[in-house]
């Protein structure tokens, strides 16, 4: 393919993403989240300052974001940030509508997670540089996670079952690390040279993962074993192309996992009530009943924010957030941010199918991915379609930890769209030098 | 780098599980919304697990029953009422399975897929039944304070008019020692006799035997039999009511002589009296707006001679439901048509959601030719024997019975019908170790009747 050839396809291809106007969604985003802070800051006739000034610098926050990267660091497109933005703020609304307090933690995880996404577009632009750290980033959050399984172990102890909690300063903060490896598990496994992809080189991919999976096996932190397992097999198929192995690895970590309930009786009491949600409701089918019950009773309009139940049971600004939603937004809200996850999963496709490397390829899929396995593993687990694993709902559930990783894996998505680095991306398509 | 955009499809796949996971959600939001949103365990509805939020129940002359008023469940002020309308109103707690606030839950609260409970909160969707509240209080008082039930239905309509069944309790003053009392006066206190109860029938179900043998044996009106107060069937015999000498068939029937029909079941066969009692619904279930009746059991497939004597004069194995009993009345005043009952009215709110039509019981086949015959015969029974001075102005046609349990005292049974044109009603009686058919179920009957008479239907 000639030269110019090349170049003409490029400014075809770049012809066809056409830009959503900033100011415009901006201003749809703004007018959604002032109306949805009305009933929050006004509860029950009473008035919430500093919900209300919370949710002015959140929006505040949003425009100067938006303007700062685009005159700033002449960013063009900001999907991503928006999509994000909109579930950040249903989140904040909804857990400054359930806790009545103040949400500044979370607005912090969220200019955190902001600061993160940026700092790490911003490192990946360069590949040979990507490449340096891998080796260094593998072996340190291997050992991070290692270190704090067994810091957690000896010090705070297991939370609700699992040993995932790093608790700071009398429970100030909490600090969740296997949200952390979670953006170095695709970092390190996507991060490739390699022209010719084949299973020769992922061997210490796979020893990593197996590091990583066995220690979350020991957190018992089951659903995020399962979410890393899953991520594995997209970036070693995508890697590899070896459906074989890949197929041989899935029988082998089924035999395991059947050979850890059976050794392991304990483990498999813990997902006995799947499908048996009905017959133990006040223990534990608690929290799946609670959601169906409350989901269906929204209807498609939902019962308005602050009009729900669900809202009082455990956990429902974190892992049951699915469902105050479908209870006070409504089941059509509800499942459009369902959808918008599986949105961005298509989005990733079409971007690695652009991008200008195969390492933002990679890692753009298996972040797409892992957001929407985690979806779907929260929302068909708390409605009893999946066992339940407790495993929160990405950018919407409460929490700083998990809001950063989110960020974080909106990178590496963002980093395989074209137009993520202009001036590459310009000088590419006028040198038609394309990595 | 072409292989790896390749793979990339590889997220398709995820992303199409993912969709239909959602789609499956959707559906069962949809499929199970309504069992959801009722659930006693939803507190938009129910506080401390009492319904609090929900239409009002009334009566056919629109009596309230129960409502809710500034969030509060008030029942009605008659305390005879709420305690012989509480088992077809159902209790606010949902132990009363086949009660209307059980059942109709999801309509009474004014839920749906699209709303949800968003309407609910202003405007819950009312329930009208069928029967009338007063009928359904002298019931209670006539059936003075023993357990059994009364129903009464038009046999034209299938309208229910009167339901009740005891022991019973005040909503508003539970009894307090209802799981821990011992004596048993509280036994089956959450059942509705009439819909899930069963009971040996005794010699109303010489009705049952004399169908078939007028469907089978030709001359039977014409036969005489003889009773010297027991027949001996197979290795045994069975003993008789009185010694009734030589009777006719109807006679027979009117003094309900156990020699007469022991002998017919056994002369009948298994076969013949299987099939009949086959053809006239028992052994299936059916809808009462929506609460499924249990089901009747006669099972001679091992009975000797003897035995089926016995069956063939309502004892042996053989148990039924008052409902059914209630419309094989229907089904015999009807010329052979039994209408199902059914007690929530259709007033267009409801919609056609709920099966409500109850209609023709298509598992009662009963010839118009047989029916008539039949009539007769119960017609006789009430005229010749019982008396119709003890059913003023109705017409009645009806057979009693005295069913024998072991070791307790006998239930009294009494079904039967008007043939008056402008009072269609059949009605059942049945009291739990009540005693005797003839003196203590007709009196009740009697009674449950004028007061229907007296109101209208």
């Known amino acids: 393919m000639s030269r110019q050839t090349k170049t003409r396809r490029l400014q075809q291809r770049q012809h066809k993403y056409r830009y959503v106007d900033r100011g415009f969604i901006l201003l749809l985003l703004t007018v959604f989240q002032l109306f949805s802070a009305v009933p929050v800051v006004f509860e029950g006739g009473s008035f919430y300052w500093q919900n209300g000034a919370q949710f002015l610098g959140y929006i505040a926050f949003e425009w100067l974001y938006v303007a700062v990267m685009h005159y700033g660091f002449k960013k063009v497109n900001f999907e991503l940030e928006f999509i994000a933005f909109f579930l950040c703020g249903i989140g904040m609304t909804l857990g400054a509508s359930v806790s009545k307090a103040s949400q500044l933690k979370q607005l912090c995880a969220i200019v955190l997670g902001v600061i993160v996404y940026d700092l790490l577009l911003w490192f990946l632009k360069d590949v040979r540089r990507v490449m340096q750290v891998r080796l260094p980033l593998a072996v340190l959050s291997l050992l991070g996670l290692a270190g704090s399984f067994v810091l957690i172990r000896f010090s705070v102890g297991a939370i609700n079952g699992a040993y995932n909690w790093i608790v700071i300063g009398n429970g100030l903060f909490s600090i969740q690390p296997s949200e952390f490896v979670k953006i170095a598990f695709v970092f390190v496994g996507a991060a490739t040279l390699d022209k010719l992809l084949t299973a020769k080189n992922i061997y210490l991919y796979i020893a990593y993962s197996i590091g990583c999976i066995g220690v979350l096996f020991l957190m018992k932190d089951f659903g995020t074993a399962l979410i890393f397992f899953f991520t594995f097999l997209i970036i070693a198929f995508m890697r590899s192309g070896d459906v074989r192995s890949l197929l041989f690895v899935s029988v082998a970590a089924a035999v395991g996992a059947v050979l850890v309930i059976y050794f392991k009786p304990h483990v498999a009491a813990r997902f006995a009530v799947y499908r048996h949600v009905w017959e133990n409701v006040d223990t534990t089918g608690y929290q799946q009943v609670r959601t169906l019950i409350y989901s269906v009773s929204g209807g498609l309009q939902g019962l308005g924010i602050g009009n729900g139940r669900l809202r009082y049971i455990a956990a429902s600004t974190t892992d049951l957030i699915f469902g105050v939603i479908c209870e006070e937004c409504g089941i059509l809200l509800a499942f459009a941010i369902a959808l918008t996850f599986a949105l961005i999963a298509l989005y990733a496709v079409k971007c690695a199918r652009t991008a200008p490397s195969s390492f933002y390829a990679i890692a753009a899929c298996a972040a797409a991915a892992l957001l929407l396995f985690q979806t779907g593993l929260n929302i068909f687990g708390i409605t009893d379609l999946l066992p339940l694993t407790g495993v929160t709902l990405p950018f919407l559930s409460q929490g700083g930890s998990s809001m950063i990783c989110c960020w974080a894996l909106f990178a590496f998505i963002k980093a395989s769209d074209i137009r993520a680095y202009p001036k590459q991306f310009k000088s590419a398509v006028s040198g038609g030098a394309l990595a | ?310 069956a063939g004069i309502g004892q042996y194995t053989t148990l039924v439901n008052p409902m059914q009993m209630l419309m094989l009345a229907g089904a015999i005043a009807n010329e052979g048509e039994a209408m199902t009952p059914r007690l929530v009215q259709n007033d267009g709110t409801l919609g056609e959601l709920i099966d409500l039509a109850g209609g023709v019981n298509k598992n009662i086949k009963l010839s118009p030719e047989t029916a008539k015959t039949v009539a007769a015969l119960l017609r006789s029974n009430v005229k010749n024997y019982y008396g119709d001075s003890r059913f003023p102005n109705l017409q009645f046609c009806g057979k009693t019975g005295s069913a024998e349990v072991e070791g307790k005292k006998s239930h009294a049974w009494f079904y039967g019908f008007s043939q008056r044109e402008d009072f269609p009603v059949a009605i059942v009686v049945c009291l739990e170790n009540g005693g005797i058919g003839l003196n203590d179920a007709i009196p009740v009957a009697n009674r449950v009747l004028q007061k229907l008479l007296q109101l209208g239907i």
Not at chain 2, 46 to 55: I, Q, Y
Not at chain 2, 70 to 79: L, P
Not at chain 2, 212 to 232: H, M, W, Y
């Open chain 2, 1 to 310: 780098m072409k292989n790896t955009t390749r793979r990339a499809y590889v997220i398709y796949a995820l992303v199409i599980a993912f969709l239909i996971g959602l789609g499956f959600l959707l559906y069962s939001f949809a499929a199970n919304g309504s069992t959801w949103a009722a659930s006693r365990l939803n507190t938009h509805i129910f506080t401390n697990r009492v319904l609090t939020r929900a239409g009002a129940v009334k009566d056919r002359n629109g009596t309230v029953l129960v409502e809710t008023k500034d969030g509060k469940r008030v029942w009605n002020e008659s305390s005879g009422v709420r305690r012989a309308t509480l088992h077809a109103v159902g209790d606010a707690q949902g132990y009363i399975a086949t009660g209307v606030q059980t059942l109709y839950r999801a309509k009474l609260i004014g839920y749906d897929f699209f709303t949800g409970l968003y309407k609910s909160a202003n405007k819950q969707t009312d329930i009208t039944l069928t029967l009338d509240a007063e009928v359904c209080k002298t019931a209670l008082e006539a059936m003075n304070g023993k357990k059994g039930t009364v129903a009464a239905y038009n046999y034209k309509t299938g309208e229910l008019l009167c339901m009740v069944s005891a022991p019973t309790y005040d909503p508003l003053q539970k009894p307090s020692d209802i799981n821990t009392d011992t004596t048993g006066k509280y036994d089956g206190i959450y059942l509705n006799r009439a819909i899930s109860g069963v009971f040996t029938p005794g010699s109303t179900f010489k009705v049952v035997t004399a169908i078939c043998a007028l469907e089978n044996i030709p001359d039977v009106q014409k036969r005489k039999f003889t009773c010297t107060g027991k027949i001996s069937l197979g290795k045994g015999e069975v003993i008789c009511n009185g010694v009734h000498g030589t009777v006719t068939f109807e006679r027979g029937q009117n003094v309900s002589c156990n020699c007469v029909f022991a002998q017919l079941a056994a002369e009948l066969g298994r076969d013949k009296l299987t099939e009949t009692v086959r053809s006239l619904g028992f052994g299936k279930s059916v809808s009462v707006s929506g609460a499924k009746t249990v089901r009747s059991t006669f099972d001679v497939s091992k009975a000797g001679k003897l035995d089926l004597g016995w």
